[in-house]
């Protein structure tokens, strides 16, 4: 199985500051296809996993551009540009390109 | 507006047996493979198994290999995931998923599975 790792486990930010996560995989995620299946998510409390970034830079409907993904192989980083109140929750990165599909251990992240 | 909604989830022994299902809405289910996800409680976030559009292939994580099987009624716009033998590490919330290019686009809001005696 691919093991995805995620530096730090949690995070404490103050509002209007940048925070950035780092992921990073077992094995390259770059597929023959030409893509990298690497996808963000935040979980905010109580609620279930919502797609931030897909294929490493892309970002899923509706989210705000303060949120950016960049990497490439097996090293990728989220980065927020402006930390938010309503940024906060876990933060999980996953690979598909090999099953079984596997999560980093996730990041929380708090507001200072 | 995607909707998934799960339901099924209940106190049971170990080593008893339990169906979950998803309801689907507002996409064309037949169109997308979907997943099942699970989120033992205060923990991470574990890829459980995963059923093609039509059914024809399913995929499980080692962990439910062989107990669980994911099926599909795509004439109800229904997922399901049958768990037998039942262990106290499958206590947690089960989430179903729909895939969009490779991700989980969608999620639903889960139902919580308790295996304790």
């Known amino acids: 199985d691919i093991v995805m790792t995620q530096t730090p486990l949690s995070l404490s930010v103050t509002p209007g500051q940048p925070a950035s996560i780092s992921c990073k995989s077992s094995?390259?995620?770059?597929?023959?296809?030409?893509?990298?299946?690497l996808y963000w998510y935040l979980q905010k409390p109580g609620q279930p996993p919502q797609l931030l970034i897909y294929?490493?830079?892309n970002r899923f409907s509706g989210v705000p551009d303060r949120f950016s993904g960049s990497g490439s192989g097996t090293d990728f980083t989220l980065k927020i540009s402006r930390v938010e109140a309503e940024d906060v929750g876990v933060y999980y990165c996953?690979?598909?390109?090999?099953?079984?599909?596997?999560f980093g251990q996730g990041t929380k992240v708090e507001i200072k | 507006e995607v909707q998934l909604v799960e339901s099924g989830g209940v106190v049971v022994q170990p080593g008893g047996s339990l169906r979950l299902s998803c309801a689907a809405s507002?996409?064309?289910?037949?169109?997308?493979?979907m997943h099942w996800v699970r989120q033992a409680p205060g923990k991470g976030l574990e890829w459980v198994s995963l059923?093609?559009?039509?059914?024809?292939?399913?995929y499980y994580a080692d962990s439910v290999k062989g107990r669980f099987t994911i099926s599909r009624d795509n004439s109800k716009n229904s997922l399901y995931l049958q768990m037998n033998s039942l262990r106290t590490e499958d206590t947690a919330l089960y989430y179903c998923?729909?895939?969009?290019?490779?991700?989980?686009?969608?999620w639903g809001q889960g139902t919580l599975v308790t295996v304790s005696s």
């Open positions: 998923a729909k895939s969009s290019s490779g991700s989980l686009g969608y």
């Open positions: 507002g996409f064309t289910f037949d169109d997308y493979t």
């Open positions: 059923i093609s559009w039509d059914g024809g292939s399913t």
């Open positions: 094995q390259s995620l770059l597929h023959s296809d030409g893509k990298t299946y």
């Open positions: 294929e490493v830079s």
């Open positions: 996953m690979q598909s390109i090999q099953l079984p599909w596997t």
